[in-house]
């Protein structure tokens, strides 16, 4: 059984079709992307898978369960990284990561992970003064601070220095080797083609295309070949 | 950055047990409220100037009583109203705007645990306001009826009970600058329509306004107990319906997602 399963989901807001039957799967011990143009369904589709909203049709199966509505040991083995942050503004990052790794029965080592992801030089500072790349490491250590079994990640990478970017790199493909299930939103070839065993590319609604990452290169470059699965669809 | 944050443990993951959960939670609400510096302003020392000025000065004129006794009751109701409504309400409404709200939702805490969360803080705080408000009043000679005392405690929870409701409902429904505007403004409003002072020294016109709005109720309750050591059931009633009323709609109508 897949870590991550969608079947023929379907998730409309009044006339618009966000999701029109996707299904595609992500697997334990792997970095999955997902990509598409904005407006693709990514967003949707992962908000499904945790629990966010509830799907119209077809299934969401997050390590067996259906994440709506799902209970405390379910959320706990599902790490979340948000886009635009979704933490509070006025907290430091080493008392935010601390009060989160309160939340779970085993967390991670909070110092170590604030090291690793050089938080530790502005763990006092508090958020609303970090700049976005400070604030989307606090973010992917929130994330991580569970250690879980299933990672969503939303372009972990967008505004970070080359550094960072290769350091959350590494990272991603750490937790994938240690077993967990990596699924990471992004627009960026460079971050699947260095990172992703497998890739799912979206377009309206749809599955385009998906499987690993030479299958779906299929000879080409992947921004070739991305290009012309999403080609007409803007 | 070369230490590994490897993990401790390689069991399936599990959430921290539900008491222990809330109480983070509620411990880090807290300390976020005690370090807000305005939060701090509106909820201590603008009371305390309030308690200060009304007992020292002659006006408004207040009857044949101790003014102190009328004052110091009326100062603690608005600390609830400060505490529990606008304190409550711009803070989760800048959280529900930041996504604060979403990443509870799906962290092991959960809605429940952050609601609970939140009842903890807006406990601790109100605490802390009662002390430093209640300390300064009989250091200013207040002698409060201690008969009145479980009264004024039913008060205070079903005051807080309807204006944190009422708080919640605004912060779940509007956006969060409205929220802002409309729980500052709101708070000045029931600060004069019964909160502070009683509903007998408003205009005629202002009373039955000010006794079915929750300032006017937990106003006399407050005093009703406090100076008179007596239980003020239509008061109580009239906070039940706004508690009932509130948290009925924000059950129906909060919305979690920014």
């Not at chain 1, 990640?153 to 080797?177: F, I, Q, Y």
């Not at chain 2, 059931?233 to 319906?241: E, I």
Request: hydrophobic share 50%.
């Amino acid at each position: 059984m897949a870590a991550v399963e969608i079947t023929d989901l379907v998730r409309t807001f009044g006339q618009v079709v966000a999701v029109a039957g996707a299904s595609w799967q992500a697997e334990a011990g792997r970095v999955t992307t997902v990509l598409g143009p904005n407006g693709a369904g990514k967003s949707t589709t992962i908000e499904c898978l945790e629990g966010l909203q509830r799907p119209d049709g077809g299934t969401a199966r997050v390590l067996g369960a259906d994440p709506w509505r799902a209970g405390p040991d379910h959320r706990a083995r599902v790490g979340v990284m948000f886009q635009d942050g979704g933490l509070p503004n006025t907290a430091k990052p080493l008392a935010l990561l601390r009060h989160l790794a309160a939340l779970y029965a085993a967390p991670r080592d909070v110092e170590a992970l604030t090291r690793r992801l050089g938080i530790d030089s502005f763990a006092g500072t508090p958020l609303r003064r970090l700049s976005g790349g400070q604030r989307q490491r606090v973010g992917l250590a929130a994330a991580l601070v569970g250690c879980p079994d299933v990672v969503f990640l939303d372009e972990p990478t967008a505004g970070l220095d080359p550094h960072a970017r290769r350091e959350v790199w590494e990272l991603m493909r750490e937790e994938a080797e240690r077993g967990a299930c990596v699924v990471v939103t992004t627009h960026s070839f460079e971050e699947t083609e260095r990172v992703a065993d497998d890739v799912v590319v979206m377009g309206r609604g749809r599955v385009l295309a998906t499987g690993t990452v030479d299958d779906v290169r299929n000879g080409e470059s992947l921004e070739d070949r991305y290009f012309a699965l999403t080609g007409d669809l803007r | 950055m070369t230490p590994s944050a490897a993990p401790e443990s390689t069991a399936r993951p599990r959430a921290a047990a539900r008491p222990a959960r809330v109480f983070a939670q509620g411990r880090f609400e807290t300390l976020t409220l005690l370090r807000n510096g305005e939060q701090l302003l509106v909820s201590v020392v603008l009371p305390a100037m309030a308690l200060v000025g009304l007992t020292l000065s002659p006006y408004p004129a207040l009857g044949d009583v101790h003014r102190i006794d009328v004052t110091a009751p009326g100062v603690l109701a608005l600390a609830v109203a400060s505490t529990a409504f606008t304190g409550q309400a711009i803070s989760t409404a800048f959280d529900r705007r930041y996504g604060v709200l979403r990443m509870y939702g799906v962290s092991p805490l959960g809605r429940s645990g952050l609601l609970m969360g939140k009842l903890i803080a807006v406990g601790a705080v109100l605490l802390v306001q009662v002390l430093l408000l209640g300390g300064l009043a009989l250091a200013l000679g207040w002698r409060p009826q201690l008969v009145g005392i479980p009264a004024a405690l039913v008060a205070g929870v079903l005051g807080t009970t309807a204006f944190l409701g009422l708080g919640l409902l605004i912060a779940g429904t509007l956006r969060a600058e409205a929220v802002l505007a409309l729980a500052n403004l709101a708070w000045v409003l029931f600060l004069g329509l019964g909160l502070l002072l009683p509903v007998a020294t408003l205009p005629t016109w202002a009373e039955p306004l000010a006794s079915a709005l929750p300032s006017g109720a937990l106003g006399e309750a407050m005093r009703g107990a406090l100076a008179h050591g007596t239980w003020s059931w239509g008061a109580m009633g009239v906070l039940l319906a706004w508690s009932a009323a509130c948290w009925a709609l924000a059950g129906r109508l909060f919305r979690w997602a920014p």
